[in-house]
């Protein structure tokens, strides 16, 4: 296998890359908080745009697919969305779905629903599954991490202050990870934690790495 070279990997001119490189950033095909604020964390320069597909009509026009390969689908549909207008940018397409027994588990909306979607999960098993892809010039690359997690026995009543609390109702599962959800949370299987939260940032890492860029090429001055 022939040496990875960052110049196979860039359409840039020698000048056009230095230029680029002093204010490298990610773009966030996301509007979602929550992946925004994993970015944040990390210290990574980034932008949010949202991706140009209706997710809503694709899950339904792809519903046949197991919830591996959904996720795949609809985290590269998002980021090829925005291909055309950030070619010579780091794009970055995401999507999870959470599987209880071989069914979806959608964002319960209302506070009746997220308490009984805890009532139904509480005690079990169930699994998040986190697609990645990534854009750069003509390169692509995809990632996906499971994770399998059970939530402790919970009575309706301790289900319901968390959910007034957290308010989770925008949260597949009903839980955010990054607020009070780890106190439901019994036991975690997983090759990648933080896509809980709906990024994996070690996939990330990784796919950055394969296009031949640094980590701290991507660091937010500001940050």
């Known amino acids: 296998m022939p040496p990875k070279n960052r110049q196979k990997f860039r359409p840039l001119t020698h000048a056009a890359l230095l230029a680029t490189m002093a204010t490298m950033r990610l773009i966030l095909a996301s509007t979602s908080p929550y992946r925004a604020n994993q970015l944040k964390r990390m210290g990574l320069a980034f932008k949010s745009v949202a991706p140009k597909v209706d997710e809503d ?18 985290a590269t549909a998002k980021a090829k969305s925005l291909r055309a207008d950030f070619m010579n940018q780091v794009i970055v397409g995401a999507d ?10 959608g964002k319960p909306g209302t506070e ?5 979607q805890l ?16 854009f750069y010039a003509e390169q692509e690359l995809s990632y996906t991490s499971t ?3 059970k939530l402790h026995t919970l009575s309706e009543s ?11 109702l925008d949260c597949a599962g009903s839980y955010k990870i990054e607020c009070a959800g780890w106190s439901l949370i019994s036991e975690i299987q997983s090759d990648d934690p933080s896509a ?16 031949g860029f640094s980590l701290n090429e991507f660091w937010d001055p500001n940050s």
């Open 196 to 211: 809980i939260e709906g990024l994996g940032l070690i996939d990330l890492s990784k796919g950055l790495r394969e296009f």
């Open 112 to 116: 009746d629903l997220a308490v009984t």
């Open 147 to 149: 994770t399998k997690i």
């Open 158 to 168: 301790e289900a319901r202050a968390y959910v007034r609390r957290d308010r989770p």
């Open 96 to 105: 999870q779905i959470a599987e209880f027994n071989g069914a979806a588990v």
């Open 119 to 134: 009532m139904t999960l509480q005690g079990k098993w169930h699994t998040l599954v986190t697609s990645m892809t990534l």
């Open 57 to 74: 009509a694709l899950k339904i026009q792809e519903q046949h697919l197991s919830a591996k390969d959904l996720s795949k689908f609809l």
